[in-house]
């Protein structure tokens, strides 16, 4: 069983649409959760960062974390044409020099 | 700021021929990572790097070699390439922040194809 789960999709929404995007992991001593957004034959990029449970919002975003359950999830309100990229989760035990685990990323595809 | 640059953006290997994979960073930053991409399997780390002069191994480290002699470079090379390696690899950075939100930069990756 891998430390950290991910549906590899894809999953194609109308533009609008409210998108859920999840992980579940193994580790509980995972602290800080991560989602990455990775464009086509680009690199990825941090998307949102949030420590121990509970939930975080920026702008449509919103990253939720419920550790006693050991599941994440981002949301995307308002889904737009260019959200369509592949989604990773990630998340490390500590601070300082981060050892990161990688789900395997979600690709999603929002429909005009 | 360029960010992180990464060289080639491509390369094609035959088995058995080496070659080596530059990484700049212009952030300054103490921490950088290799990591390799591959389908189905996510990013998993190569070897890492907390600071000038200094490596380690990630969690798949066989068949690769790192340097980080100067604080902005960090090197990656394939002494006899093999066709398990053809992959996408990504280089990253991360600046050390106690306490804070020690956010990973990535580059915009090599695409490396051992025939």
């Known amino acids: 069983q891998k430390e950290v789960e991910q549906d590899p999709g894809p999953l194609s929404v109308p533009e609008g649409a409210i998108v859920s995007l999840n992980c579940t992991y193994s580790?509980?001593?995972?602290?800080?959760f991560m989602w990455y957004r990775q464009y086509s034959r680009k690199g990825p990029e941090l998307l949102m960062y949030?420590?121990?449970?509970g939930n975080k919002e920026d702008g449509r975003f919103t990253a939720q974390v419920d550790k006693s359950s050991k599941y994440i999830s981002l949301f995307i309100r308002d889904s737009q044409p260019s959200d369509s990229a592949t989604y990773l989760c990630?998340?490390?035990?500590?601070?300082?020099?981060?050892?990161?685990?990688f789900g395997i990323g979600t690709k999603l595809q929002v429909i005009p | 700021n360029a960010g992180v640059t990464q060289t080639p953006k491509f390369r094609v290997l035959k088995t058995g021929q080496s070659m080596t994979l530059l990484c700049a960073q212009d952030?300054?930053?103490?921490?950088m990572y290799w990591y390799r991409q591959d389908p189905g399997m996510g990013l998993r780390l190569i070897h890492y790097?907390?600071?000038?002069?200094?490596?380690a191994k990630g969690e798949v480290p066989d068949g690769y070699n790192v340097s980080r002699l100067k604080k902005q470079n960090f090197l990656l090379g394939l002494e006899s390439a093999a066709p398990s390696q053809t992959s996408v690899y990504f280089c990253?950075?991360?600046?050390?922040?106690?306490?804070?939100?020690?956010?990973?930069?990535f580059g915009p990756g090599t695409r490396l194809l051992v025939l």
């Open positions: 990253a950075s991360s600046p050390y922040l106690a306490g804070g939100e020690e956010t990973q930069y």
């Open positions: 580790n509980s001593a995972f602290q800080y």
């Open positions: 949030t420590y121990s449970s």
């Open positions: 990630a998340m490390s035990i500590t601070g300082g020099y981060q050892k990161v685990t």
């Open positions: 952030m300054n930053h103490e921490y």
């Open positions: 790097s907390v600071g000038e002069g200094t490596t």
